[in-house]
């Protein structure tokens, strides 16, 4: 009996969530249901009452918090969290709605490895309330961005971007909801692409190999007529 000639073992995906952790749910279910070469080996929050973590648990997969309050010092939270990220040997760190500033030694340690998703069309709207600044300069299109994280806050090399319309009345809440449509789109087809070696960072560059597509229209896009004239 012949051995084959190469094996490949599972890439080990060690998710970061701050709350309700519908990203983190999306990267969970696409990973199952289309086979990707790829484990979500733990999902680890900071703060300990993240709805996301009971999420996990429920569907089997490890789960610990690394409460950032307990900490004096960024430096000694990251650290903390290196160590327990650690502790699940991954391949990969996706934040999925982590909602903490993280040092360069932190962004260094897990460099080419570590991907964000953030709720903007980056550059544009770095930081928080991203629909609400979004709305207050009127752009009519909004949308979220994939990016390797590098130093700068929200900000790095960009795998994949997703885009929606803005509506005329549009609320903050409507504008983040149709947002998080094609976040749940784009992040998988994201990560999918980085465990199988699609996509990596070479220097300040993401290189992608083999994918058609890399940008998400939302369905109300490929109908521009109706969003135009409100047919
Ligand atoms: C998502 O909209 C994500 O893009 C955003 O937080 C939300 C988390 O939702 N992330 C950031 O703002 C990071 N700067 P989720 O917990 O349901 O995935």
Known sequence: MTSPPFSFSPRRIVILISGRGSNMQSLVRACHTEGWPAEVVAVVANKPGAAGLAWASEQGIATACVPHREFA?????????????????PDFVILAGFMRVLTPAFVRRYAGRLINIHPS???????????????????????????????????????????????????????????????????????????????????????????????????????????????
């Open 73 to 89: 010092e960024r430096e000694a939270f990251d650290a903390e969290l290196a160590r327990v990220i650690d502790g699940f040997q």
């Open 121 to 231: 069309l980056l550059p544009a709207f770095p930081g928080l309330h991203t629909h609400a600044q979004a709305l207050a300069v009127g752009v009519q299109v909004h949308g979220c961005s994939v990016h390797f994280v590098t130093p700068v806050l929200d900000h790095g090399p960009i795998i994949a971007q997703g885009v929606v319309p803005v509506l005329a009345g549009d609320t903050a809440n409507d504008l983040a909801a149709r947002v998080l449509e094609v976040e749940h789109q784009v992040y998988p087809a994201a990560v999918r692409w980085l465990v199988e070696g699609r996509v990596r960072l070479d220097g300040e560059v993401p290189l992608v190999a083999g994918v058609a597509q890399r940008l998400f229209l939302h369905p109300m896009l490929l109908h521009t007529e109706e969003v135009l004239h409100g047919d």
